[in-house]
């Protein structure tokens, strides 16, 4: 329980104490039979593919003694990978037309990622194996995000949009269901 709850909770009247305590465990209860998340991008597979690449990548990277060139790279490289996952969390949340330019800025960090790829296996920061393993796992995102791109601006393009409503680039963006997401992964 934070401090602020429980100085509220210090200072209800004993009577309400309880009432307080039940209304928090539904709460909780509610929150864990609701499998939807509160930040829809975290529904999306391509924030999952690119956080578990993010974590892939910590892992490879060593630490310890590097010169300053490797630091540069290595920092360059994370920064990168993350923007993959920040683009596409930071477009979710807008409308149609912006959400395809974060996804298509997300991209862009995609490709960045195998530029660092390829500088990190020749100055020897990652193995041969890990390079192959990070080509794959940025080829997949790189195709995941297209098929994204274009599924919106079909959608934007007159289509139905996610609700069957015609499209409004104005209108707020919801992410649709993981079930529309399969044809397209």
Known sequence: MSFCK?????????????????????????????????????????YAKATDYIVWLYQQLPVGELTANQKFVQKSFLKSAQDIALNTAEGSSRNRTQFLYYLKMAKSSVRECVVHTEIAARTGIITEEAKEHSRTELMELT????????????????APSYSGRPSDENEDLSIPEPDDFDEMM
């Open 6 to 46: 429980e100085i509220f909770v210090f200072l209800l009247p004993e009577k309400n104490i309880e009432k307080n305590r039940e209304y928090n465990k539904s709460n909780i209860m509610n929150e864990r039979d609701n499998n939807v998340s509160f930040f829809r991008f975290e529904d999306l597979r391509i």
């Open 143 to 158: 195709k995941m995000i297209g098929s994204l791109i274009a599924s919106l601006q079909r959608t934007s393009m007159g």
